[in-house]
């Protein structure tokens, strides 16, 4: 059973740093394209990063670039989320999805896209 599992969350304060994780099981990563989401309260689920199935191509969100890193290792069937330099409207909860399987080396960021989702992890930015 295909299975995304999140990891990383915790309290931060701003300017701080995480890395967040989502550990595949149950499918051969190699043939998905990954996106991270995010969910703040009250909000509608937003797109952050995508990451193609042999990692050769990203996306970002306009509000996320520069500060933010996707990156897969499908050898540990992991994908990582690098933060940094987080504020408070970077809080909510942040959920990994996958779409495929596919041959084609690119990514989008659009929810529909996505088929397979895990439980999210939550990032809280506060001083």
Do not use: H
């Not at 043939?31 to 193609?52: D, H, L, M, N, T």
């Not at 896209?113 to 939550?122: E, F, I, L, P, V």
């Amino acid at each position: 059973q295909l299975q995304l599992v999140e990891s990383g969350g915790g309290l931060v304060q701003p300017g701080g740093s995480l890395r967040l994780s989502c550990a595949a099981s149950g499918f051969t990563l190699d043939y998905y394209a990954i996106g991270w989401f995010r969910q703040a309260p009250g909000k509608e689920r937003e797109g952050v990063s995508c990451i193609s199935r042999r990692g050769g191509s990203t996306n970002y969100a306009d509000s996320v670039k520069g500060r933010f890193t996707i990156s897969r290792d499908n050898a540990k069937k992991t994908v990582y989320l690098q933060v940094n330099n987080l504020k408070p409207e970077d809080t909510a909860v942040y959920y990994c999805a996958a779409a495929g399987p596919t041959v084609q080396d690119m990514c989008v960021m659009t929810k529909d896209s996505y088929a397979y989702w895990g439980q999210g992890t939550r990032v809280t930015v506060s001083s």
